[in-house]
């Protein structure tokens, strides 16, 4: 029995046998990473404003939405971990890069347990990755709300991203906006080909691209 089917069966076995809140897959064990940066203003247009998130007070582009483990099919969450979660300063120290430290908190909660690394070593590796992508510069200059086609996205973060092919990234959309990019990564942060599930590219080519201000 392979390797993957063992895990699943074991996760399937522990979904009926423990309670719903403590379901999830054991944490460490996964393929590779996505890195997921969301477009601010989309963010606070579609959900932000209406909780009056401090978020949508600042002038953001790129925030750090997550650094997510990821399957080559799928992915876990909430995975069962014995190390201590992040303080209340250690989160909040993220909230240069990620708009909050609430944020920081439920992706922790979420996704950074099934890393299998402490909790400051995850914050790190997240903020390094967020580091490691350079993000266009044209898009924090806008002069207004423009429509684009969310290829023209893409091809920007591969222009200046040396070596980032279009199998590794992808842009996603809501509500005809842009949403997303996400950038599939290895565990040493290395550009590598996204699972067939991730690699969804937005087909839209009059995306709304809100601006900043």
Request: proline share 6%; net charge negative; charged share 25%.
């Amino acid at each position: 029995m392979s390797k993957r089917l063992v895990r699943a069966v074991t996760v399937a076995i522990a979904a009926l046998t423990t309670p719903a809140w403590a379901d999830g897959e054991p944490a460490g064990d996964f393929d590779y990473y996505v890195l997921s940066l969301s477009w601010s203003p989309t963010w606070c247009a579609l959900e932000g404003d209406a909780r009056n998130s401090a978020q949508c007070d600042r002038e953001l582009g790129w925030v750090l939405h997550g650094l997510w483990p990821q399957y080559e099919s799928g992915w876990p969450s909430y995975c069962h971990s014995p190390v201590r979660d992040p303080s209340r300063r250690q989160t909040e120290a993220m909230e240069d890069i990620m708009g909050t430290d609430g944020a920081a908190w439920y992706q922790w909660k979420k996704h950074g347990r099934c890393s299998g690394l402490e909790a400051q070593e995850f914050l790190d590796l997240s903020r390094a990755a967020y580091d490691k992508i350079k993000r266009p510069s044209a898009f924090m200059k806008l002069p207004r709300d423009i429509k684009v086609p969310a290829s023209v996205i893409e091809d920007a973060f591969m222009s200046v991203n040396d070596g980032l092919d279009a199998n590794e990234i992808t842009v996603t959309c809501r509500d005809y906006r842009i949403q997303e990019v996400r950038i599939c990564l290895t565990p040493d942060l290395e550009p590598r080909k996204c699972g067939a599930d991730t690699i969804r590219d937005c087909t839209l080519t009059d995306a709304l691209l809100a601006d900043i201000e």
